[in-house]
């Protein structure tokens, strides 16, 4: 299989930027056999109170002893997640114990997530337009990925071949850097969000279709799935951006089913809704459905979405409506591995 990872004498002309818009010749196409899949991403990550300023320290790590339980929960059905790990997590001798075995017989996979704000070396200042790696300097974000990358491989015994960057936050440095430290996809781009009002990126112009980000068979960009529900749907990547400033006016667009933007997610949307959403991205031809919560939701009280053990319990069910419906509708999850070799160059 010819190479996806690249280097440094393969690329031309200017670095890629991530965030910026794909021209159509760098959609990536599929073998026909691969059809359409889904992946389970977990942003496997430390405990810490979102309303508060970022800190170096102070977090907790209670909640990784239960990635077990929803590793073997995910076995039941036959999928086999991908944990993107950040420095904290990746540090804990528990992570090893939990997702160990799974990840060494292929029944999980890891991946990378870059949270700065915890991840050494520690140069820059703590601050909110610092928490978005693609804003530091391009030898720290750099080091600070490559020390994540090192410690990730020396947990599981081997190298991580997918990216997130916390709070989605690639730079215009980003792609350039994971091609030199040997990652094949990239899956930070959370299309139809705007962070740019806390100075971390724009993904609302970028398409929900996988792309070549550098160059055709070089690095990929996975994006999360995020679609549009209602009457109004197909106007959704216009207009709801144009919306930004009347959040009761698309509260009640939604409300009225008009027009919702739906993340794939269990953390504030309900199976309900993800699976009308389901139906609607398959019945649009995305080859590639991608799932994502935060591994901290795995114990109440860690996030906003799980507060109590009736939370939790309908989080379980929410991946239990999913995964049963995905069988229904005869969509197979898929790897890593899965991905790259099924992707035409």
């Known amino acids: 299989m010819p190479s996806r990872l690249g280097g440094e004498g393969e690329r031309q002309g200017a670095p890629a930027r991530i965030t910026r818009p794909p021209p159509p010749d760098a959609r990536v196409h599929f073998a026909p056999e691969f059809g359409q899949r889904f992946v389970v991403t977990v942003?496997?990550?430390?405990?810490?109170?979102?309303a508060k300023p970022f800190e170096r320290t102070g977090h907790g790590?209670?909640?990784?002893?239960?990635?077990?339980?929803?590793?073997?929960?995910?076995?039941?059905?036959?999928?086999?997640?991908?944990?993107?790990?950040?420095?904290?997590?990746?540090?804990?001798?528990?992570?090893?114990?939990?997702?160990?075995?799974?990840?060494?017989?292929?029944?999980?996979?890891?991946g990378v997530q870059l949270h700065p704000w915890v991840n050494p070396p520690h140069q820059e200042q703590l601050n909110v337009f610092n928490s978005f790696a693609g804003n530091l300097p391009p030898a720290l974000e750099r080091a600070k990925l490559v020390k994540l990358r090192d410690t990730i491989s020396a947990a599981f015994g081997?190298?991580?071949?997918?990216?997130?960057?916390?709070?989605?936050?690639?730079?215009?440095?980003t792609a350039q850097i994971l091609v030199e430290s040997g990652i094949a996809i990239d899956t930070s781009v959370r299309s139809h969000f705007d962070y740019s009002s806390q100075g971390g990126p724009d993904f609302t112009a970028?398409?929900?279709?996988?792309?070549?980000?550098?160059?055709?068979?070089?690095?990929?960009?996975l994006p999360l799935t995020t679609v549009f529900s209602g009457v109004l749907?197909?106007?959704?990547?216009w207009l709801f951006?144009?919306?930004?400033?009347?959040?009761?006016?698309?509260?009640?667009?939604?409300?009225?089913?008009?027009?919702?933007?739906?993340?794939?997610?269990?953390?504030?949307?309900?199976?309900?809704?993800?699976?009308?959403?389901?139906?609607?991205?398959?019945?649009?031809?995305l080859p590639i459905l991608v799932?994502?919560?935060h591994s901290p939701s795995l114990r109440p009280g860690h996030t906003p979405y799980v507060r109590d053990a009736r939370q939790l319990d309908q989080l379980y069910d929410w991946w239990r409506v999913v995964f049963t419906h995905l069988a229904c509708c005869g969509i197979k999850p898929a790897s890593v591995s899965d991905i790259m070799q099924a992707a035409l160059i």
Not at 158 to 173: D, F, L, S
Not at 260 to 274: C, H, K, L, S, Y
């Open 43 to 50: 942003d496997t990550e430390e405990e810490f109170d979102w």
């Open 61 to 110: 790590l209670s909640h990784v002893p239960r990635l077990a339980k929803f590793q073997q929960f995910c076995e039941g059905f036959g999928v086999a997640p991908i944990y993107l790990i950040d420095y904290p997590i990746a540090s804990d001798p528990a992570v090893g114990m939990a997702l160990g075995d799974a990840v060494r017989h292929g029944r999980a996979e890891i």
């Open 158 to 173: 081997q190298a991580p071949r997918i990216y997130r960057a916390g709070r989605y936050g690639v730079g215009a440095a």
């Open 206 to 221: 970028l398409p929900l279709h996988p792309w070549w980000v550098d160059r055709q068979g070089g690095l990929m960009e």
């Open 233 to 237: 749907r197909r106007q959704g990547p």
């Open 241 to 285: 951006p144009r919306l930004w400033r009347v959040p009761r006016l698309r509260g009640a667009m939604a409300r009225a089913g008009l027009m919702n933007r739906v993340p794939f997610t269990p953390e504030g949307v309900t199976a309900a809704e993800a699976i009308r959403c389901i139906d609607l991205t398959l019945a649009d031809g």
């Open 291 to 293: 799932f994502s919560f």
